[in-house]
């Protein structure tokens, strides 16, 4: 059986098939696009999820004022379902305005400039990876509060689980979608069967009683001002609800035919989806008077605080509807927990695409608008698990500390993108549009949300600065400093290599070197293919390390009767690319502009650890050599047996290798005669027996 007709890059499946999948082609990238019910739980699954832990982080902050400030989560709860309302009707008009998948930052850089649209990017990205750290951390916590004995590898679990996730999404997004779907929808359907449930108990008189009902609070005596102040943090962390709401204008490409129409209708789905679970969430830890503390010994009269870990809202809910330790308590402490380490996927998907976007508009690396072989932006989804994880590691998956950190930036590209909003609709009114009404609709809808996020920011930033918020005042100035840099060093390189009327180039003269250490089979390659090149002049080069090496190897440049002169070039400090590129440059100031061509034999392996073993001195040499003008590195594969992983077959004579091979009988030398040079006249045949021309140089 023959290998020929098959794809060599198929035929053995590596590692990384297994992980991530067989490639794709760039034809198929349509078939990987998303109808409406796989879209939600890939773009969704942030939004939905932090009704999740919205609720208790809400009534957690009210609680440090005393019980009695519960009665005041309603007002705190319309506030933000209010706010979240809002900002999905200012995205509707976002997704149709600009459906190319910039979002925020397309509208901040086209209508405010590009430092608000760097100063959106950067509050996005650090806002992504915190979508990561806090959905990872309140799954584990979800974990935690069903398995207790997990409590002791809650970093461990945050990983692992980013690990997957990020490996998920390198499968492609369609794949991620599938696999994500399920576990999005058990969780909306378990929840609303508990609400319901609580509320029908509750309507029987049957009201559910939350285990920690029975606890008081410690509280602190409040100024009036510091009544008002932890109002206004209640409602910015209630405000984490809002999170992942932008993905879907971020992930507007990802959408089927019509991309436009279906994100608009996937957006409204999901603050629907989300409205509803939030209040129902509320209205239900109301009526079973779940108390969640920050500090778990401020509940009085628990004597397990120190030693057991405080259950989520959730979970206390389950287990006064449905009991503690049912089926229905772990479905649904089940669906919770995989759903919020799911809410990570809308990360994963909304970070590649904007780092395509920045990349596309240079001011992120170019290996970011890279496709992958399974058609997603890999590159992006690995750096966003690093960060991820480094974050997770720092903190200790702790979801307190890290939510801290949380929707500052979110909140930033909600005001600013609302406000390139305006600016958008105030210029097309400008220009005499047709549609006056539905701009002027459309103006008005994102004028009071520019308005309504930009308080939120405010009182979002001043309740969260000293409790760790501080930090991403540092991040995003370093990113917005980094994708600036990024952005002039590309225009400089741009401007550097354009073609103008003064830079010429007349190289006169072309040169071949084979750099050859020993007398073997992937040194007579290299040879055979410089002969085959045709070039004006050849030589053979050999960097004397080994004085007693290189007097074999000129014995057996005899023996094997080569006419192409060899070449040794002393090394006192055993060294290779430096002594070559000294004397490249010594024949190039003698020859004038002459184009040479190093040779370089390298090995071609199977397995990962072989690349530890073989090629180092040949990338070393490579990279010393073209700092050299007027250099060509040619490198000369030869297939090691290990090679058949790759390409599905043992190294057999290629092209030059039966010409360059080691002869059939030793005893009769093969001469190997100079061919002709391309511009020259044949030269005299050499005797077979002349022995090669060779040069010691210094």
Known sequence: MTNEGKDPATEVRSPKRWLIGEPLASEKLEGQLLPKHLALPIFASDALSSVAYAPQELMMILLVGGVSFLTLSPWVAVAVIVLLLTVVASYRQLVKAYPSGGGDYEVAHKNLGEKAGLIVASALLVDYVMTVAVSVASGVDNIISALPVLSGVRVELAVGFVVLIAGANLRGVREASKAFAIPTYVFIGSIVFMIGTALVRTAFGDAPVAESAQYLVHSEGLTQAAMVLLLLRAFSSGCSALTGVEAVANGVPA??????????????LMGGIAVTLFAGLMATALIAQVHYAEHPCDLVGWTQCATQPQRSLIAQLASATFGDNTVLFFIVQAATAIVLLLAANTAFNGFPLLGSVLAKDSYAPKALSTRGDRLVFSNGVIALALAAIILLVIYRANLTNLIQLYIIGVFVSFTLGQSGMVRHWVRLLKGGASDRVGIIRSLCINAFGAMLTFSVLVVVTITKFTHGAWLVFIMMPILFTLMLGVNRYYRDVEKEVEVDPTTKFGSRGDHAIVLVGKMQKPALKALDYAIAARHDSIEAVNIEIDEESSSRLQEQWKEMNIHVPLTLIES????????????IKQRREKHGAEVVTVYLPQYIVGHWWESLLHNHRARRVARQVMLVHGVTVALVPWLLD?????????????????????????????ARKPLQPASAAPPAPAPATAPAPRKRRK
């Open 255 to 268: 959408f089927r035919t019509p991309k436009v129409k279906n994100a608009r209708r996937t957006l409204l």
């Open 642 to 670: 290990s090679s058949e992983l790759i390409y599905g077959r043992r190294s057999r004579p290629l092209p030059g290798q039966d010409r360059r091979g080691e002869p059939v009988r030793p005893k009769r030398p093969v």
């Open 572 to 583: 006192p400090y055993r060294d290779l690319g430096v002594p070559l590129a000294k004397y």
